[in-house]
């Protein structure tokens, strides 16, 4: 039977399209109704994990309905035309002017930046202006530009997107390596480091392994003192891909953004702490001097030309207004008050962990509310953190369990990413299924009976 003369009061499960399996290689030679497809793509996601209970994402998992009408309502817009969706682009720029008073950019300062996909494009961007600056500079100062590659330095720390940036534009990435004492960048490293050759250093707000947070302002210390002998002087790019729109509600003083000279330009992922759905990053230099115009490219806008960075073109603009509707509708004070709360139930999981007696917790969300422990030394336990992920994933829990970084990979960590609809209650919940989970493990066998029992099971009509 043709799916095109069926009845639509048919029954769903009782069609032709739910006889098949979905095409996957070639597409089906008809159409079949709408109300199908939905319901068949809808099944097909059935058994995926449940985005709430994910502890592993820095990811928004939840957004108030009024919030995700308004996106769904203006997914057509094309965020680069700007002559066609002037509106949007305000909202865009009005984004922008936000985060850069967040960031406590200086009022003698021309500030200029963009929304991208998420923080990998936010720090390409940033990494392609130092890298053009860099090469402007040395130029200037006599340096032969192509007698060795570009350096760019970062903790061991990074993010893959560093990586991607190093390999894509010909960079050399040099790592400052962690160790037991120093689980972040060691400023005073940093010199040994850096040469004629160096594009700029990366401070990192909040490393993704352990959620704890360069020292940018003793890194700007050390730099300053650098710059005032180098040949070429040394920025600072700062990915706040989660600590950028975290710490600047709830740790005002804590000062690691424009306020230090050499910070030029700080990136962030609006679908972390800015609380969007995957699919916003910004970037942000202080001035225009620190975005070489080469990376400027025009497009039509009212009649005139408007500047644009990204290195995407075309993409739905309704991420930008999700991000519009959190600034209007949060505000300072709501920001503050969501993240104050997703910071004491990190804090109370941290807590709990550490209750157990089986774990050194090594981020107990002081700033981030972002929790890490590994497992102390025991002669007599015959588990891991893996196994404790498993037992979790029973409960629909997951919680990754991962090795740091090079020089400390023997080091096995679990983590847990708090969010905002990560509630007390939930979080109770799973602090009870964390410890069910550690007893079954303690008590785990093969058999789960003594091997001498003389006791059988289950009902067997001899009592
Ligand atoms: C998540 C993260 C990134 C990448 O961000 P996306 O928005 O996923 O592209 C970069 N740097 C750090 C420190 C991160 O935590």
């Not at 202006?129 to 402007?136: I, L, V």
């Not at 609006?270 to 070489?292: A, M, N, R, S, T």
């Not at 015959?382 to 740091?404: A, F, H, S």
């Amino acid at each position: 039977m043709n799916n095109q003369n069926l009845n639509y009061a048919a029954p769903i499960f009782g069609s032709d399209a739910e006889a098949q399996i979905l095409p996957q290689e070639y597409l089906n030679d008809s159409p079949i109704e709408p109300r199908l497809a939905y319901q068949l793509i809808k099944d097909e996601l059935l058994d995926e994990g449940n985005a709430r209970q994910n502890l592993a994402t820095f990811c928004q998992t939840y957004m108030e309905p009024e919030a995700t009408q308004i996106m769904s309502e203006t997914l057509e817009k094309n965020a680069i035309d700007k002559s066609e969706y002037p509106r949007t682009t305000e909202l865009e720029n009005s984004c922008v002017r936000i985060l850069a008073h967040l960031w406590n950019v200086p009022d003698s300062c021309k500030f200029i930046g963009t929304s991208t996909v998420g923080s990998s494009e936010a720090c390409m961007l940033g990494g392609l202006a130092m890298k053009f600056r860099w090469r402007t500079r040395a130029q200037q100062a006599g340096i032969d530009t192509n007698a060795k590659k570009p350096n760019l330095v970062i903790s061991s720390g990074y993010q893959v997107c560093w990586e991607k940036f190093c390999v894509y534009w010909d960079i050399e990435l040099r790592e400052v390596p962690m160790d037991e004492q120093h689980k972040s960048l060691d400023p005073a490293q940093i010199t040994k480091y850096i040469d004629d050759y160096t594009i700029g250093v990366v401070g990192i707000l909040g490393i993704t392994y352990t959620g704890m947070l360069d020292d940018i302002k003793g890194l700007d210390a050390v730099l300053e003192e650098y710059n005032k002998k180098a040949k070429v002087s040394v920025p600072i790019h700062v990915d706040g891909a989660s600590g950028g729109m975290f710490c600047p509600f709830l740790d005002p003083q804590l000062v690691w953004d424009f306020r230090l000279k050499n910070v030029v330009s700080i990136s962030t992922s609006g679908h972390k702490y800015g609380l969007v759905y995957p699919g916003i990053g910004w970037v942000i230099w202080k001035d225009e001097e620190f975005l070489p115009k080469e990376l400027i490219f025009s497009v039509s806008y009212l009649g005139g030309e408007l500047p644009t960075i990204a290195i995407n073109f075309s993409r739905s603009a309704s991420q930008i207004i999700g991000q519009y509707y959190n600034f209007l509708r949060f505000g300072f004070d709501g920001y503050k008050a969501i993240h104050q709360r997703t910071r004491d139930v990190a804090q109370f999981l941290a807590k709990g962990v550490e209750d157990t007696g089986y774990f050194e917790v090594i981020n107990k969300a002081e700033v981030l509310p972002i929790v890490c422990y590994k497992l102390k030394e025991s002669p007599t336990r015959k588990w891991q953190l893996n196994d404790l992920t498993d037992r979790l994933l029973m409960k629909g829990w997951q919680v990754p369990t991962y090795p740091l970084p090079k020089n400390l990979e023997h080091v096995m960590l679990q983590r847990y990413v708090c969010r905002a609809d990560f509630g007390m209650q939930m979080a109770h919940n799973f602090l009870q299924d964390f410890t069910m989970a550690i007893k079954e493990l303690d008590e785990a066998n093969i058999s789960f009976y003594p091997s001498q029992t003389k006791e059988g099971r289950g009902f067997n009509h001899s009592k």
